[in-house]
């Protein structure tokens, strides 16, 4: 309701201006620092004087005397030295967020968004980096789709890459397997867990003998990206049944997929071939003749020497998306193709580009994905027959988020170059790079994952992880940890009797879905707390405490609201009854706005017209989250309205208020602060149980 009132004062008041005044001007509002001042500021008279030239308070009262009725404004004053102060018609915006509070998500409408996040190594088991990017990346479809957008989520799966290429060395030449026995190996529940180990093993092999790895590597890589032999064969079975146990676990954090577009596609479908030919048609790309990327097919660079000298972030350990011999060799132009004639990952992430936004001229195949979890249709790119009853995907006509780490932020810019290059500079504007930092521990976090840390590692901030060491926290684990840590939690806030039953007769089903819904909650809202740009040390006993910026903080005081109702109904069975609480709200005439507008209106009601604008603006941190690809803005939100509840819950005793219009109207405020609280979480992936 704040964002749908400041957006209706924002195009009244640019209207008066360029009506009056003549003059066209983007219209900034900020709130101010006291409610006494008013619900939404204005600096525009400003910017005005400066055109003007004329005093801006001046401006300002000539605004505020012209401007007119802004519906849900109740005045506009001056205020300093030309602030224009707008005061909302509290009784209206109550009736207006009590509408807003029982509709329903927004129509999706418009053009197509595309979302692609996770986008994990097919090669070993995930992390609790790649849980980052996967939150951060459902929370904005989740986000985007609330404010009415068309999204389409997709899951990029690098399985011809220089990551799956090690663990299938691992397997074939240092532990001599043959492809059946991975096969066999594959079917195993570990079977992640096994391949995690043995890339931090082969990545140790390779070490040895750089000679051997680059010899190694190539071939393999190049029997892969053709789909010929063995090691085609291994790669397949490893990153398909690694796919699979992604999917569960991503799965265990409430996030889904459309489509998985499989790098082998890019390749076998020839679509690399077409961006080939499409960059050098364009010029954009030329054979190096000479210099260490001789053979290579390069794309010109002109960055400045301080981004360049950053290339090495291709290997981002956390995520190894390419590999690290290949940086070694780059200067100022980026290498497309390498000298072997194997293609490169941002080479290949450029052709996907041009398909994301139906620049192509091609089409992927579709099919189901087999290895699901229950209930899920995932659909998949191949390069088999398609299934007729395939939705439409790709041909993105909005934008595209690319949700990637930062340090893989200048293989971003090179595809955008590429992007435009090719002529297409509104797609590269569109095509939105969502950056994070890395995931790293707490130095106790990490000792009580059975780290052994040195006496400087214990000293530090945080301790640093690396999947290509070994050196990590696997989400599954993460989450187990989580999950034991909650349940032990509610069980000793609700201990069972000798007979091993919860006294207040809650089961052990009931308690173990309340410390999964306490655990995930604990984990993403951790990871959306922080800022994009904020490098995170995760902790335990921070991320489950049920005091402070945390989840369980959040889903505490949606639990204290439903126990309004709870022990309302002891008091009162009525309650029980949403017929009963209507007709109660229709006798006291609460559903219509000038009801409420005694328990708003007046200075020493304040704390409830506060917590009301509040319960009201969830629609502003969405705006704001969009706006800014930043989806902090709603954990912020969360976090404020859960404590002015609270603040609210123990300065007003509801039940027993004295004054029945009054009980009624604080009952109706506690109603719709669960509701939006509920919806705000909801819009991180969090669930509100019903007991903590």
Same mark, same amino acid.
């Given at each position: 309701?704040?964002?749908?009132?400041?957006?209706?004062?924002?195009?009244?008041?640019?209207?008066?201006?360029?009506?009056?005044?003549?003059?066209?001007?983007?219209?900034?509002?900020?709130?101010?620092?006291?409610?006494?001042?008013?619900?939404?500021?204005?600096?525009?008279?400003?910017?005005?004087?400066?055109?003007?030239?004329?005093?801006?308070?001046?401006?300002?009262?000539?605004?505020?005397n012209?401007?007119g009725?802004?519906?849900?404004?109740?005045?506009?004053?001056?205020?300093?030295?030309?602030?224009?102060?707008?005061?909302?018609?509290?009784?209206?915006?109550?009736?207006?967020?009590?509408?807003?509070?029982?509709?329903?998500?927004?129509?999706? $409408?418009?053009?197509?968004?595309?979302?692609?996040?996770?986008?994990?190594?097919?090669?070993?088991?995930?992390?609790?980096?790649?849980?980052?990017?996967?939150?951060?990346?459902?929370?904005?479809?989740r986000?985007?789709?609330?404010?009415?957008?068309?999204?389409?989520i997709?899951?990029y799966?690098?399985?011809?890459?220089?990551?799956?290429?090690?663990?299938?060395?691992?397997?074939?030449?240092?532990?001599?397997?043959?492809?059946?026995?991975?096969?066999?190996?594959?079917?195993e529940?570990?079977?992640?867990?096994?391949?995690?180990?043995?890339?931090?093993?082969?990545?140790?092999?390779?070490?040895?003998?750089?000679?051997?790895?680059?010899?190694?590597?190539?071939?393999?890589?190049?029997? $892969?990206?053709?789909?010929?032999? +063995?090691?085609?064969?291994?790669?397949q079975?490893?990153?398909?049944?690694?796919?699979?146990s992604?999917?569960?676990?991503?799965?265990?954090?409430?996030?889904?997929?459309?489509?998985?577009?499989?790098?082998s596609? =890019?390749?076998?479908?020839?679509?690399?071939?077409?961006?080939?030919?499409?960059?050098?048609?364009?010029?954009?790309?030329?054979?190096?003749?000479?210099?260490?990327?001789?053979?290579?097919w390069?794309?010109?660079?002109?960055?400045?020497?301080?981004?360049?000298?950053?290339?090495? %972030?291709?290997t981002?350990? *956390?995520?190894?998306?390419?590999?690290?011999?290949?940086?070694?060799e780059?200067?100022?132009?980026?290498? $497309?193709?390498?000298s072997?004639? %194997?293609?490169?990952?941002?080479g290949?992430?450029?052709?996907?580009?041009?398909?994301?936004f139906g620049?192509?001229?091609?089409?992927?195949?579709?099919?189901?994905?087999?290895?699901?979890p229950?209930?899920?249709?995932?659909?998949?790119?191949?390069?088999?027959?398609?299934?007729?009853?395939a939705?439409?995907?790709?041909? @993105? /006509?909005?934008?595209?988020?690319?949700? $990637?780490?930062?340090?893989?932020?200048?293989?971003?810019?090179?595809?955008?170059a590429?992007?435009? /290059?090719?002529?297409?500079?509104?797609?590269?504007?569109?095509? =939105?790079?969502?950056?994070?930092?890395?995931?790293?521990l707490?130095?106790?976090?990490?000792?009580?994952?059975?780290?052994e840390?040195?006496?400087?590692?214990?000293?530090?901030?945080?301790?640093?992880v690396?999947?290509?060491?070994?050196?990590?926290?696997?989400?599954?684990? &993460?989450l187990?940890?989580?999950?034991?840590?909650?349940?032990? +939690?509610?069980?000793?806030?609700?201990?069972?009797?000798?007979?091993?039953?919860?006294?207040?007769l809650?089961?052990t089903?009931?308690?173990?879905?309340?410390?999964?819904?306490?655990?995930?909650? /604990?984990l993403?809202?951790?990871l959306?707390?922080?800022t994009?740009?904020?490098?995170i040390?995760?902790?335990?006993?921070?991320?489950? *405490?049920? +005091?402070?910026?945390?989840?369980?903080?959040?889903?505490?005081?949606?639990?204290?609201?439903?126990?309004?109702?709870?022990?309302?109904?002891?008091?009162?069975?009525?309650? %029980?009854?949403?017929?009963? =609480?209507?007709?109660?709200?229709?006798?006291?005439?609460? *559903?219509?706005p000038?009801?409420?507008?005694?328990?708003?209106?007046?200075?020493?009601?304040?704390?409830?017209?506060?917590?009301?604008l509040?319960?009201?603006?969830?629609?502003?941190?969405?705006?704001?989250? =969009?706006?800014?690809?930043?989806?902090?803005?709603?954990a912020?939100? /969360?976090?404020?309205l859960?404590?002015?509840f609270n603040n609210?819950?123990?300065?007003h005793?509801?039940?027993?208020? @004295?004054?029945?219009?009054k009980?009624?109207?604080?009952?109706?405020?506690?109603e &719709?602060?669960?509701?939006?609280?509920?919806r705000?979480?909801?819009?991180?992936?969090?669930?509100?149980p019903?007991?903590m």
């Amino acid at each position: 309701m704040y964002q749908a009132l400041t957006n209706r004062l924002r195009t009244a008041l640019a209207g008066y201006i360029r009506e009056k005044y003549g003059v066209e001007l983007a219209i900034a509002l900020e709130r101010p620092p006291k409610i006494e001042m008013g619900e939404a500021a204005s600096p525009v008279c400003f910017e005005l004087a400066k055109r003007l030239k004329k005093a801006p308070r001046l401006i300002a009262q000539e605004i505020a005397n012209g401007l007119g009725t802004v519906e849900g404004i109740a005045k506009v004053e001056v205020a300093g030295g030309g602030y224009l102060n707008a005061y909302f018609d509290r009784a209206a915006f109550w009736a207006g967020a009590r509408a807003e509070q029982g509709g329903e998500r927004k129509a999706a $409408i418009g053009k197509k968004t595309i979302v692609e996040h996770t986008s994990i190594n097919p090669n070993k088991a995930a992390h609790i980096g790649h849980v980052r990017n996967a939150v951060l990346g459902d929370t904005m479809v989740r986000v985007l789709r609330h404010a009415g957008n068309r999204v389409q989520i997709q899951n990029y799966i690098d399985n011809t890459g220089v990551q799956v290429a090690d663990v299938v060395i691992g397997f074939l030449q240092m532990e001599q397997r043959t492809p059946i026995g991975v096969k066999m190996m594959a079917m195993e529940p570990m079977f992640d867990y096994y391949c995690w180990d043995l890339y931090a093993k082969a990545t140790n092999f390779f070490a040895e003998d750089k000679a051997r790895a680059e010899k190694l590597r190539s071939a393999t890589l190049r029997a $892969i990206e053709e789909g010929k032999g +063995e090691d085609a064969e291994v790669a397949q079975v490893v990153a398909d049944a690694i796919v699979g146990s992604h999917l569960r676990t991503m799965a265990r954090l409430d996030i889904h997929y459309d489509l998985l577009a499989r790098e082998s596609e =890019i390749l076998h479908l020839k679509f690399w071939d077409a961006a080939f030919e499409m960059l050098k048609k364009s010029g954009a790309i030329h054979l190096a003749t000479t210099g260490k990327m001789a053979g290579c097919w390069v794309m010109p660079w002109e960055e400045e020497k301080k981004e360049t000298s950053v290339i090495n %972030t291709e290997t981002a350990e *956390s995520t190894e998306d390419t590999q690290k011999s290949e940086d070694e060799e780059n200067s100022q132009d980026k290498i $497309i193709v390498r000298s072997n004639g %194997t293609v490169t990952y941002v080479g290949k992430d450029i052709a996907y580009q041009l398909w994301k936004f139906g620049l192509l001229g091609k089409d992927f195949y579709y099919r189901k994905w087999p290895n699901v979890p229950e209930g899920e249709t995932v659909w998949a790119t191949t390069s088999g027959k398609s299934d007729p009853a395939a939705p439409h995907f790709g041909e @993105a /006509a909005s934008c595209v988020y690319n949700v $990637i780490d930062a340090r893989q932020a200048y293989l971003q810019k090179v595809v955008a170059a590429g992007l435009r /290059a090719l002529g297409h500079g509104e797609a590269a504007e569109r095509s =939105i790079h969502l950056s994070y930092e890395i995931v790293a521990l707490t130095p106790r976090c990490a000792a009580e994952m059975g780290y052994e840390l040195t006496s400087e590692e214990a000293k530090k901030p945080y301790v640093e992880v690396s999947g290509r060491k070994g050196f990590g926290v696997k989400a599954d684990d &993460l989450l187990d940890k989580l999950e034991a840590a909650a349940l032990d +939690e509610v069980q000793s806030r609700h201990p069972a009797n000798f007979e091993g039953f919860a006294l207040d007769l809650w089961t052990t089903v009931e308690q173990s879905e309340t410390a999964h819904a306490i655990a995930i909650g /604990a984990l993403r809202f951790y990871l959306l707390k922080f800022t994009r740009t904020s490098v995170i040390a995760f902790d335990f006993r921070d991320a489950l *405490s049920f +005091e402070g910026e945390t989840g369980p903080y959040c889903q505490y005081a949606v639990v204290r609201a439903r126990g309004i109702w709870r022990r309302g109904a002891e008091i009162s069975p009525e309650m %029980t009854s949403e017929d009963n =609480i209507a007709e109660a709200a229709r006798i006291l005439e609460l *559903s219509q706005p000038e009801a409420a507008r005694k328990f708003l209106d007046t200075s020493e009601n304040n704390d409830l017209w506060e917590l009301s604008l509040l319960a009201g603006s969830l629609d502003h941190a969405v705006e704001a989250a =969009i706006g800014t690809q930043e989806p902090a803005f709603v954990a912020k939100y /969360a976090f404020q309205l859960a404590q002015a509840f609270n603040n609210f819950y123990h300065k007003h005793h509801i039940l027993s208020e @004295a004054d029945e219009q009054k009980r009624a109207f604080l009952l109706r405020l506690t109603e &719709l602060v669960e509701a939006q609280l509920v919806r705000a979480l909801g819009l991180m992936g969090i669930e509100a149980p019903e007991k903590m």
